[in-house]
């Protein structure tokens, strides 16, 4: 069956260093892929989207990549802020108009 | 714009009864998703409508059911609500297929 995973449930980084969340997936080939910020009590909020004929996309101090060979897609923030503290989900396109969403991995900036 | 909106933010039922959670968005977009999110767990999508009158079950289907009458509004029922219906509920909506999704605040829901 179709898995998504991220990479531990928690990541701790000090602040201004890069952060760097990885998505992989099995058992499929997402034509794209995106990527959503959530914060506590809220919805998710879109961030990035990649296709599958895109290695890399940037958005200011975002940056995520796209391996289809090894089915993994890593996303990366630069110089890294208290702010950015927040659970960060991938979704891979499952196909039929759906994405699947990992279970998120808890992104925590320490100043 | 207000974006997409979700009624009640909050509401505890009692194990068979049953309630509607309201969802609403102002954008024309005619991709309309709902999703349950249970701590510490991702989203897993329950039912998506690709535009009025067209509805499809997703993952976790089993005790709701939608409906689709206008492109702007999107309930979501639950009939005999279980404790295992206990979640977080997010609604959403996309203007294709590929877009992003712009969800609402949620609706916290809790069956006793």
């Known amino acids: 069956s179709q898995k998504i995973e991220q990479n531990s449930e928690a990541l701790n980084i000090q602040e201004g260093k890069t952060a760097t969340l990885t998505c992989n997936y099995t058992?499929?080939?997402?034509?794209?892929l995106q990527w959503y910020r959530q914060d506590p009590g809220r919805g998710p909020v879109f961030l990035l989207l990649i296709r599958e004929n895109e290695k890399e996309k940037r958005k200011e101090r975002l940056k995520v990549t796209f391996d289809t060979t090894l089915k993994q897609s890593l996303f990366h923030i630069t110089a890294s802020q208290p702010a950015d503290s927040a659970t960060y989900l991938c979704?891979?396109?499952?196909?039929?108009?759906?994405?699947?969403f990992g279970q998120g991995t808890r992104l925590t900036i320490n100043p | 714009n207000a974006g997409v909106t979700q009624t009640p933010k909050f509401r505890i039922l009692k194990i068979g009864q049953s309630m509607t959670l309201q969802c609403a968005q102002d954008?024309?977009?005619?991709?309309m998703y709902w999703y349950r999110q249970d701590p510490g767990m991702g989203l897993k999508l329950i039912y998506y409508?690709?535009?009025?009158?067209?509805?499809d079950k997703g993952e976790v289907p089993n005790g709701y059911n939608v409906s689709r009458s206008t492109t702007e509004d999107f309930p979501l029922r639950l009939e005999l609500a279980a404790p295992s219906q206990t979640s977080v509920y997010f609604c959403?909506?996309?203007?294709?297929?590929?877009?992003?999704?712009?969800f609402g605040p949620g609706t916290r829901l809790t069956v006793l």
């Open positions: 959403a909506s996309s203007s294709s297929q590929a877009g992003e999704q712009f």
């Open positions: 954008m024309n977009h005619n991709y």
């Open positions: 058992n499929y080939s997402p034509a794209y």
């Open positions: 979704a891979p396109f499952q196909g039929a108009q759906k994405l699947v």
């Open positions: 409508s690709v535009g009025a009158g067209i509805t």
